[in-house]
């Protein structure tokens, strides 16, 4: 017995059909790991007014991601969750890369020009060997764009 439920004539989500892979997405969610001794309103600063510029501002990722979102996580929101029986994980925000397909994402890693601007920054905010990485591709069930 299948864990799926049959979708007779899927409904869309924008051009997409829900629950179907996005054949031209594939995302990978960085779990970033704030270094020992940095409050989290310091990492999350950080991360979005230094970090994350040097990052979007590559010549790279402007040719290669279509999606760079930083995910800040929220205190307030954290103790709700505990409170209701979930398990608080030890990473201070997600970042989310999307991109038409892995070996771009993995170009932008690669580069010369990520290893000379953004990897000598990281060990500012970040400690990498705690920083985690899903990769998977995109399928979408819910995407309203209320902008």
């Known amino acids: 017995m299948s864990n799926t439920i049959p979708l007779s004539a899927p409904p869309k989500t924008g051009s997409f059909p829900v629950g179907e892979v996005r054949p031209n997405r594939v995302r990978?969610?960085?779990?970033?790991?704030?270094?020992?001794?940095?409050?989290?309103e310091a990492f999350l600063?950080?991360?979005q007014k230094i970090h994350g510029p040097l990052f979007a501002n590559m010549e790279i990722t402007k040719k290669n991601i279509l999606k760079y979102e930083q995910h800040h996580y929220n205190t307030s929101f954290n103790q709700g969750i505990a409170a209701m029986g979930f398990n608080l994980i030890e990473y201070g925000g997600l970042a989310v890369f999307e991109a038409e397909s892995y070996e771009k994402i993995f170009e932008v890693f690669q580069s010369e020009e990520y290893?000379?601007?953004?990897l000598?920054?990281?060990p500012n905010f970040i400690d990498r060997s705690k920083t985690g990485f899903l990769i998977g591709p995109?399928?979408?069930f819910v995407d309203v764009d209320r902008a």
């Open 120 to 122: 000598p920054d990281e």
């Open 115 to 118: 290893k000379q601007i953004v």
């Open 28 to 40: 990978v969610v960085g779990l970033m790991h704030r270094k020992a001794g940095m409050t989290q």
């Open 45 to 47: 600063e950080y991360w």
């Open 138 to 140: 995109v399928v979408p």
